[in-house]
């Protein structure tokens, strides 16, 4: 499944136009896992981050940089697994279904430009194994913006 869902990635990230190719890029990981109830985009715009294209229930449309897993992930410019998102104080619930979460920067010349967040219903959905899977698409999302020349 790994190898299959990196191909189609590489697939979708040759269309240039930076929304439509992240619109698909979420279908694509929401039909290719299980127990996801949310899969998508935030790019770190204007001092903050904004919701971009994805798949789940509605869902906050800004994040400060100081708040939730998202703004954690964006200060650490590091991946975050959380297996239980309860025990995270400023957690942003979204989603009262949500239980765990996986969010992983994308990284352009040193900076955090866009992040993946998954949501899952299931509690420590997420392993360093689908982690991995996840820095290995942020690293091709990295190579589509500056070959494409995206900008948040
Ligand atoms: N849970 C995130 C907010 C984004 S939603 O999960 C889609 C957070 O704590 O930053």
Request: proline letters at 5%; hydrophobic letters at 40%; glycine letters at 6%.
């Amino acid at each position: 499944m790994e190898i299959i869902f990196i191909e189609q990635s590489k697939a979708i990230l040759e269309e240039p136009d930076m929304i439509a190719a992240l619109s698909n890029l979420s279908a694509l990981i929401n039909e290719s896992f299980d127990r996801l109830n949310w899969a998508g985009f935030y790019f770190a715009k204007n001092g903050e981050l904004v919701l971009g294209p994805f798949q789940g229930k509605v869902a906050c449309t800004h994040i400060p940089f100081d708040k939730g897993v998202c703004g954690l992930t964006y200060r650490t410019c590091s991946t975050q697994i959380v297996p239980d998102v309860h025990a995270v104080k400023d957690h942003i619930a979204c989603d009262s279904a949500s239980r765990s979460e996986l969010c992983v920067p994308v990284m352009v010349n040193g900076s955090c430009v866009l992040e993946i967040d998954l949501d899952s219903p299931e509690p420590d959905r997420f392993d360093q194994d689908t982690a991995d899977i996840f820095n290995r698409l942020a690293d091709l999302i990295t190579d589509a913006w500056i070959t494409y020349g995206w900008t948040a």
